[in-house]
């Protein structure tokens, strides 16, 4: 019987030792918030705008509150002060990245989305944002191209006007084309295989929602990734990504056959000419391998933001027939029935950019951005320990 009472007692030291390691947060000074449940956390409260949630908590908490996710703990920043104190202001303290294995599993720490803040992403990135500057980013050419497309997609929407038509598919092809003069240097027709085939997984990684509620199920907990249905939607996903990896494989090796160095033109042949001649003499990190994940997230980030950015505008003007009208007159008093977009008019559209920027505002492309502290980082009164996730 005395044995019997030992391996009680024993068995619910041990709960309560684990519940305290549960309970316990990362650092005295860890910033306040809700711990949720054992094992998931505050995972099954977050509802399907997590943001709201976590603005709601933080009238509770405050601007600097962390929250347990699964048995993770991460910080939440939840006011612009706050986010501009650490991203901008302590940039290098709080722009690591956590490693969502969901999408480096195929291109491991290759690329700008998904890699870790280093030296070389630096360099990565000030090289990238340079170059597209160049290749087309500045405002007064990238007017050009979105010009130049917009006509091939009011041209479609006028062939099929007066009939329902399913608009995303040709702000894809609206977005991908603008995205892929920058990045290739060429446009797409509408029925090229290779142009469809990448939008058709653009769709499949970013625009599906099951997908996207089983990444962040995934995320807080890694190894659902080897149970079913979970299993099945990781293998999809690995299986998109290579395909995408394998397109841009065939664009980077065509773009090095016909590189020509007195014709630079886009942000592909500017990596090459870079990889060739200037910093990757001695920089190893401008490679082959590097430039096929960094061309595949810009063409993915910027093709998916722009399209959906489009769409919830188009979407906001369907139920809001009051406002559409309002804009239309705007925008025919200020360019005339046919006229064309600039960006030089925009001081005289007032109401249709508080329109766009409140789209923004109202469906928020991307609600969380995952990043980490790369050291130790104090924030207000708080200090957040290196490797959490903010
Ligand atoms: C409505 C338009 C857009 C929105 C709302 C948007 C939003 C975002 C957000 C929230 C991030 C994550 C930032 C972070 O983790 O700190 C991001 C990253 C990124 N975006 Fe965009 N984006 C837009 C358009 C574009 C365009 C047009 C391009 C390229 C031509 C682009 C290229 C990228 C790249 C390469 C990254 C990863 C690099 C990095 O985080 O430093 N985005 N975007």
Redesign the pocket.
């Given at each position: 019987m005395e044995t019997w009472w030992a391996v009680v007692y024993s068995l619910c030291a041990l709960c309560m030792a684990w519940l305290w390691s549960w309970w316990k947060k990362p650092h005295p000074k860890f910033p306040p918030g809700p711990r949720g449940l054992p094992i998931v956390g505050i995972a099954p409260f977050l509802g399907s705008e997590p943001q709201i949630t976590f603005k709601k908590l933080g009238e509770k908490y405050g601007p600097v509150m962390s929250v347990r996710m699964g048995m993770k703990d991460i910080v939440v920043l939840n006011t612009y002060e706050v986010i501009n104190q650490a991203y901008v202001k302590q940039a290098s303290e709080f722009s690591g990245r956590q490693d969502l294995f969901v999408y480096t599993q195929v291109t491991q720490d290759y690329g700008?989305?998904f890699k870790d803040y280093s030296d070389e992403f630096r360099r990565q990135?000030n090289f990238g944002m340079q170059a597209?500057k160049r290749h087309g980013?500045s405002n007064k050419e990238m007017e050009k191209r979105i010009l130049r497309e917009s006509k091939f997609l009011i041209e479609k929407l006028r062939r099929q006007a007066g009939s329902p038509i399913n608009i995303v598919p040709l702000l894809y092809q609206f977005s991908g084309n603008v995205?892929a003069s920058i990045v290739l240097g060429k446009r797409f027709e509408d029925n090229d295989p290779t142009f469809l085939l990448l939008l058709k997984t653009l769709k499949i990684l970013f625009a599906d929602k099951k997908v996207a509620d089983s990444i962040m199920m995934m995320m807080l907990f890694q190894n659902l990734r080897y149970v079913p249905p979970f299993s099945t939607t990781n293998q999809t996903i690995k299986e998109q990504l290579q395909i995408l990896s394998d397109i841009f494989q065939q664009f980077v090796d065509d773009r090095n056959a016909n590189f020509k160095e007195t014709d630079v033109n886009n942000f592909m042949d500017a990596f090459i000419n870079e990889k060739l001649n200037g910093a990757g003499k001695s920089d190893s990190s401008f490679s082959d391998q590097q430039l096929v994940v960094f061309a595949r997230?810009?063409f993915a980030?910027?093709t998916e933001?722009?399209s959906c950015?489009i769409g919830w505008a188009i979407i906001c003007l369907l139920h809001y027939p009051k406002y559409k009208k309002v804009l239309m007159k705007e925008i025919s008093e200020c360019l005339g029935r046919d006229g064309q977009p600039s960006l030089s008019s925009k001081d005289q559209l007032p109401k249709t950019c508080a329109f766009l920027q409140e789209v923004?505002r109202f469906r928020i492309?991307?609600p969380m951005?995952h990043?980490k502290t790369t050291s130790d980082a104090v924030l207000y009164e708080y200090l957040i320990p290196k490797g959490t996730q903010v």
């Open positions: 700008i989305t990135k597209l980013m995205v997230d810009i980030a910027a933001a722009v950015s923004s492309l991307a951005v990043h």
